[in-house]
């Protein structure tokens, strides 16, 4: 079964609040309990220190514990009379609290009066067990020792061992008397005391479904708003899925969100740019396709109706469109191969300024005819060792060299400067007008792009031949960037690593 987020999220926040509200109701129950039997028993510890003063007191009137011994009644009374507030409980009947009327009070006082006196004579003869709902009672757990740790007063040793019990030592001028001694209490038992943590076991159960419904409530707002955005961005993605580019979201926030809104902004950003340079280049390639193919099947057409006669000049210029069309779309199919990353390179071990002497060597002539200078400049005693793939550098210069020849007025010049700096070569080629405008420069490696007022299809060419020059020279880590020339044209400036040796 699907399962939105939103409910995930509200599952998930609910059930983490959940858990969080059991944990901290079960550590209050047990802390509650825990702390109410702590304040009982250090109320007892107080209980116990006036005891003492008491004990004390009349060991000094009498000098031993014999009077004790022979009137347990007394004990009990003493005991009894450490209490602050007495709760009367009827014998056999269920606890309950004190009446305030007189009668009760003097009933309740008779009542107790006979129940310490027949547990004083039970004590005295050791007979019996002392009953369940009595073995709690602050009376039925002190103990008092002799100055020989000779029980005088207390429950029987057998019920509940005397080692469980802290002892205190009891001083008649610096001497030590007896021992003071109560077992603790080890769980409550009281019933006003098992009401009271009852009632408050009840209220912490209540706060913690108060808690979660409280959570419950805000936990499908919470879940709404934050899923909101998730949705937004789904429906802006089938938006993009389905062609529609300009597709933008809304940001609103600066966490995870919104940095995935950002980037998916950059991504339909790109695909609307990747989508209208694939649009143009489709237009591009089929418009440079069509003028050869159009010059052809013109001069092809003219031959068959006998306008023109298939002589060598019309064979030439034939040869010369095919020529043409052949080298378009040889660039085409070196920038396929890029753009698919089958572009080999055989880089091996090379000087560069042997390689540049080589390819300027070819075109002198052509320069020559054409009336322009040639100029070179790097020093002979420099090496530029290079690791790179020779055909390919023998093909960036050649397009970059004839880019120069065709586009440099006669009686121009080409400046040639090779630099090193460190383990860097930088390439200088610059030719004289006619120039580039600044904002066109940028966009001189840009596939199908010219200049058309100074470098028009008459030229030839179809704007190719940077591409491929840019593809050649990132291929061996290098930069290639068009600037002004000082000498009136386009400045070609090429940087490339050397290798170190």
Not at 156 to 167: G, K, L, N, T, V
Request: hydrophobic letters at 40%.
């Amino acid at each position: 079964m699907k399962i939105m987020i939103k409910y995930r999220l509200f599952i998930a926040m609910l059930a983490a609040t959940g858990a969080a509200v059991i944990c901290m109701f079960l550590i209050m129950q047990w802390s509650i309990g825990r702390g109410f039997l702590a304040y009982v028993n250090t109320m007892e510890k107080e209980r116990m220190d006036r005891l003492a003063e008491i004990l004390v007191h009349s060991y000094t009137e009498h000098g031993n514990w014999q009077f004790l011994k022979d009137s347990p009644e007394t004990w009990f009374r003493i005991v009894a009379g450490t209490r602050g507030v007495i709760e009367m409980e009827r014998l056999g009947q269920r606890d309950r609290t004190v009446e305030r009327d007189r009668d009760a009070d003097r009933t309740g006082a008779a009542e107790r009066e006979e129940f310490l006196i027949r547990q004083a004579r039970r004590f005295a003869n050791h007979s019996g067990a002392f009953p369940q709902r009595l073995a709690h009672r602050f009376e039925m757990r002190v103990i008092l020792l002799d100055a020989q740790h000779q029980k005088v007063m207390g429950p029987p040793e057998q019920a509940r061992p005397y080692r469980d019990a802290a002892f205190q030592k009891l001083l008649v001028g610096g001497k030590v008397v007896g021992y003071l001694g109560m077992l603790p209490r080890l769980h409550l038992t009281d019933q006003h005391q098992l009401l009271f943590v009852k009632r408050q076991k009840v209220a912490m159960g209540m706060i913690a479904a108060v808690m979660l419904l409280v959570s419950a409530a805000l936990s499908m707002p919470l879940a709404n708003r934050l899923v909101s955005p998730i949705k937004l961005l789904a429906s802006s993605m089938h938006r993009l899925a389905s062609g529609k580019f300009d597709t933008r979201v809304e940001i609103n926030s600066a966490d995870e969100l919104g940095q995935l809104g950002a980037d998916f902004n950059t991504l339909a950003l790109t695909l609307e740019k990747n989508e209208a340079a694939r649009r143009h280049w489709v237009a591009d390639i089929s418009h440079e396709l069509r003028t050869p193919l159009a010059v052809l099947r013109g001069e092809i057409e003219a031959i068959q109706d006998g306008i023109r006669l298939p002589t060598a000049d019309s064979m030439r210029s034939l040869h010369g469109e095919v020529m043409q069309l052949s080298r378009l779309v040889d660039d085409l199919y070196q920038l396929s191969l890029h753009d698919i990353g089958g572009l080999n390179y055989r880089k091996v071990d090379m000087d560069l300024k042997e390689a540049l002497c080589d390819a300027l060597d070819l075109f002198r002539s052509e320069f020559a005819q054409k009336g322009i200078r040639l100029s070179e400049s790097f020093s002979d005693s420099c090496h530029f060792p290079l690791f790179a793939d020779p055909e390919r550098l023998h093909q960036l210069f050649d397009n970059l060299l004839e880019n120069s020849l065709k586009y440099t007025d006669p009686q121009g010049e080409l400046a040639v400067r090779l630099e090193r700096h460190g383990q860097r070569a930088t390439l200088h080629l610059e030719d004289t007008a006619p120039g580039v405008p600044e904002a066109d420069l940028e966009r001189l490696f840009d596939r199908l792009y010219r200049v058309e007022n100074s470098r028009n299809r008459a030229l030839g060419g179809a704007g190719l031949g940077l591409s491929l020059c840019k593809n050649i020279v990132e291929a061996h880590e290098g930069t290639i960037t068009a600037h002004p020339s000082p000498l009136g044209g386009v400045q070609i400036r090429i940087d490339l690593p050397l290798r170190r040796s």
